[in-house]
């Protein structure tokens, strides 16, 4: 059963084959890209496009579809499937089939058999593949504690920036219900401008909201993929034998450092302050019969900084 959901997740709607480069669309459902190009071959960047499974729209990237995002769950599933395929072969040299590894050499970055060593690495710096794993254990929980750091900050972002969008909801419904009151004592004169200023109201409660989002949906990717890092370094490190560390020791350094330089922390939304003012209804004028809205920027509080 289990084997059976993966491969339904692993599998295109479109092409009912294994994702090639799967992409995800503000929906969260996804597509291999070369299938979206296909099913869009006749939109443009910036066209609105409905999802072929939910038909909700959304706006193709300046760049194209290879600018929608990569779906990093999915790719980790197709990834372990893989790894699933090769873990028979582990313990078994890749050149020799009948040869088990015993030594890892560190210039290679490659588990080899005696017979590999002598006719190929035999000037190469190696070691036993047991003490050489032991070694590298330490860097890989190094690169994963850093992971988890990120986590932490990411999570408190997370939560901070939810506190902020709806203290800002909050601020702009309090803001138009102050517009509607203020209206009610005008002459029909004003109907205008009272449209004019809940419509601007609305228009940057709509921006920011949406501003909100994609720093949210980037940092929520961001946090699925270094959590999905976390839970197979320590699955690793917990059950994999030594061949497995050494084999895997040098993807996994590279993958936490992609991780770790796509820094999304320092992508922050910072709601504007909004109020208004309403006017004297005594000394309206024409230009001046309702009110004005400000919009000001708030300070920076520090608190998005990780416990």
């Not at 794993?133 to 750091?149: G, M």
């Not at 949906?217 to 976390?230: G, K, N, T």
């Amino acid at each position: 059963m289990a084997s059976s959901v993966a491969t339904d997740l692993t599998t295109c709607p479109i092409c009912l084959e294994v994702f090639d480069n799967p992409k995800s669309l503000p929906c969260l459902h996804a597509f291999c890209l070369k299938c979206l190009q296909g099913y869009f071959n006749d939109k443009c960047p910036g066209d609105k496009a409905p999802c072929p499974l939910c038909r909700k729209e959304f706006q193709i990237p300046s760049d194209g579809l290879a600018g929608l995002q990569h779906n990093f769950i999915i790719q980790k599933l197709i990834d372990n499937r893989k790894a699933t395929n090769e873990q028979l072969q582990a313990g078994s040299c890749d050149k020799h089939g009948d040869k088990q590894v015993e030594l890892y050499c560190q210039q290679c970055n490659e588990n080899v058999c005696v017979l590999c060593y002598a006719t190929k690495h035999r000037n190469h710096e190696s070691g036993e593949i047991p003490e050489v794993a032991e070694r590298l254990k330490p860097k890989i929980d190094r690169d994963d504690r850093q992971i988890v750091s990120a986590i932490n900050t990411l999570s408190n972002q997370l939560e901070y920036t939810k506190q902020d969008v709806d203290k800002f909801c909050s601020d702009v419904d309090n803001v138009e219900k102050m517009v509607l009151e203020t209206g009610v004592a005008e002459k029909r004169a004003v109907d205008n401008q009272i449209s004019e200023l809940v419509t601007e109201l609305q228009s940057m409660k709509s921006d920011n909201a949406k501003q909100a989002q994609a720093v949210q949906y980037r940092r929520q990717q961001a946090l699925v993929a270094m959590e999905s890092f976390h839970t197979y370094c320590r699955e690793l490190l917990d059950k994999g034998r030594p061949s497995d560390v050494t084999r895997a020791a040098s993807a996994l350094h590279d993958r936490a450092t992609e991780l770790l330089q796509n820094d999304v922390t320092t992508l922050n939304f910072r709601p504007p302050h909004v109020t208004f003012t309403p006017a004297d209804v005594t000394q309206l004028t024409r230009l001046n019969l309702v009110g004005k809205v400000s919009v000001g920027s708030e300070k920076q509080t520090g608190k998005l900084q990780s416990k």
